[in-house]
């Protein structure tokens, strides 16, 4: 009995080992930029910055963020690696946002391929994308990170 214990004890450790690599190999060289509409010559902006615009901070810049689905890529890297919270922990705060009245999420577009369209043709939005993302004329990078192994 001890032994079979220990034997399952194995596979799911070395199972979890195994999804940590396939996770690491997965991301390795990717990252997102956070992309504007090019009519306003922006600097590139800090990670606090950012951070703001699309968690409804105070923002010396008048931009409107869009995000992408949860369950997509590039939206777990940016807000593990740029706003530094969950996604559960991002839902609950805009559940009590909302619940509140303060202030409302994102507009939230299906995939990449609509908020490059959405920010190339609208003028004072923001998104983030990922690094390997062919950027269209009208869009600027304003922000980046880049994963590392």
Aim: net charge negative.
């Amino acid at each position: 009995m001890k032994l079979l214990i220990m034997t399952k004890h194995y596979i799911l450790i070395t199972s979890f080992i195994g999804l940590i690599a396939c996770f690491n190999q997965a991301y390795a060289g990717d990252g997102v930029r956070v992309i504007a509409h090019a009519d306003q010559e922006l600097p590139m902006l800090s990670k606090q910055e950012i951070v703001n615009l699309f968690m409804g901070g105070a923002s010396q810049f008048n931009l409107s963020p869009l995000e992408l689905p949860p369950g997509n890529e590039h939206r777990a890297i940016f807000n593990t690696m740029v706003v530094g919270l969950t996604e559960a922990r991002i839902q609950s705060y805009w559940a009590q946002m909302r619940f509140s009245g303060r202030m409302r999420p994102p507009m939230m577009l299906d995939d990449e391929s609509d908020v490059l369209a959405y920010v190339r043709q609208n003028s004072g939005t923001i998104a983030y994308v990922s690094s390997a993302a062919e950027l269209p004329e009208n869009v600027q990078v304003i922000f980046e990170i880049h994963l590392s192994n």
